[in-house]
């Protein structure tokens, strides 16, 4: 099961930008569809972003025009670029991998996104 490490959260004051990484310990290359998801505090686990293994990227409505996902095969590296931020964007960031051939889901353990003055 491939394994994710999420880095790159902090405090970010709003209108500001962010740039979250995910590692992956295996090649997800053709093999995975990644993608970035977040939890805020009492609230469910969304989407924010998710690139297929064909690498065709899809966004939630909330984030469409601020956020891009980009994905680096050589490093196995899946990176989320996210501007103008507001406080709403405030939440845990959690990097999925699905795996194109049976199903299997792997999360990483989170990263925190805090916007704030």
């Known amino acids: 099961q491939v394994q994710l490490v999420e880095s790159g959260g902090g405090l970010v004051q709003p209108g500001g930008s962010l740039s979250l990484s995910c590692a992956a310990s295996?090649?997800?290359?053709?093999?995975?569809?990644m993608g970035w998801y977040r939890q805020a505090p009492g609230k469910q686990r969304d989407m924010v972003a998710t690139?297929?293994?064909?690498?065709?990227?899809n966004y939630a409505s909330a984030v469409k025009g601020r956020a891009t996902i980009s994905k680096d095969n050589a490093k196995n590296t899946v990176y989320l670029q996210m501007n103008s931020l507001k406080p709403e964007d405030t939440a845990v960031y959690y990097c999925?991998?699905?795996?194109?051939?049976?199903?299997?889901?792997?999360w990483g353990q989170g990263t925190q996104v805090t916007v704030s003055p």
């Open positions: 690139i297929s293994s064909g690498n065709r990227p």
């Open positions: 999925k991998a699905r795996r194109v051939r049976n199903g299997l889901e792997s």
């Open positions: 295996e090649s997800i290359s053709g093999y995975y569809v």
